[in-house]
């Protein structure tokens, strides 16, 4: 069974920085494509990044772009997501997401003073 | 970007009946379209892909049809369990977007 286990959200003041995870289990993590998609309270969905199977080809968003980095850890089955340059905007649960369309249970990030 | 609109915003429905929602993009995506489920306080769930690729565990009630810019989502005989926000999203190309979303009621 496909299981996707954010952690790392939290509590962080504008400008501050967070490293998101997310441990992958019950298919083979290094054959896929992940996303980070996120999703601010009450409202809908926004894609965010992609990485590609290796690690070599990443994608943002452009509202992220500069201040996020997708990364992942083929060997760890981990999937993360560095967010330096916080702001309250960025507020929103953080899913990782599977290219077959599996998501894990997402992680809040709340930036505010 | 490609921007998908969805209508309706909201319906509320007896169960039973047929639901359809829609969803337009702003450019032809071929039919790099997927519909998702999500209800409260849970993660979005795959409903349908590639427009109309069913998948497997979802119930043969929802159905999806469309290409290029116009796309359906269709729920014959709606379930209460149902109850639900419904978003289309296109992976045609970046970034990636995700429709407003369809917040499905039942009466």
């Known amino acids: ?113 | 970007e490609i921007v998908l609109t969805q209508s309706p915003d909201f319906q509320s429905v007896t169960p039973k009946e047929k639901v359809t929602i829609t969803c337009r993009a702003s450019q032809s995506i071929g039919s790099s379209l997927h519909w998702y489920q999500q209800k409260p306080d849970q993660s979005p769930k795959l409903l349908i892909k590639y427009a109309s690729q069913s998948i497997s565990g979802v119930p043969s009630r929802f159905s999806g049809s469309g290409s290029g810019t116009d796309f359906t989502l269709t729920i014959n005989s709606l379930e209460a369990e149902d109850a639900a926000t419904y978003y289309c999203h296109q992976s045609s190309s970046l970034p990636f977007t995700f429709g407003p979303g369809t917040k499905v009621d039942i009466k």
């Not at chain 1, 894609?47 to 070599?56: E, H, P, T």
């Not at chain 1, 960025?90 to 930036?111: I, K």
């Open chain 1, 1 to 113: 069974e496909v299981q996707l286990v954010e952690s790392g959200g939290g509590l962080v003041q504008p400008g501050g920085s967070l490293r998101l995870s997310c441990a992958a289990s019950g298919f083979t993590f290094s054959s896929y494509w992940m996303h980070w998609v996120r999703q601010a309270p009450g409202k809908g969905l926004v894609w965010v990044s992609r990485i590609n199977s290796d690690g070599s080809s990443t994608s943002y968003a452009d509202s992220v772009k500069g201040r996020f980095t997708i990364s992942r850890d083929n060997a760890k089955n981990t999937l993360y997501l560095q967010m330096n340059s916080l702001r309250a905007e960025d507020t929103a649960v953080y899913y990782c997401v599977l290219a077959t369309g599996n998501w894990g249970q997402g992680t809040l990030v709340t930036v505010s003073s």
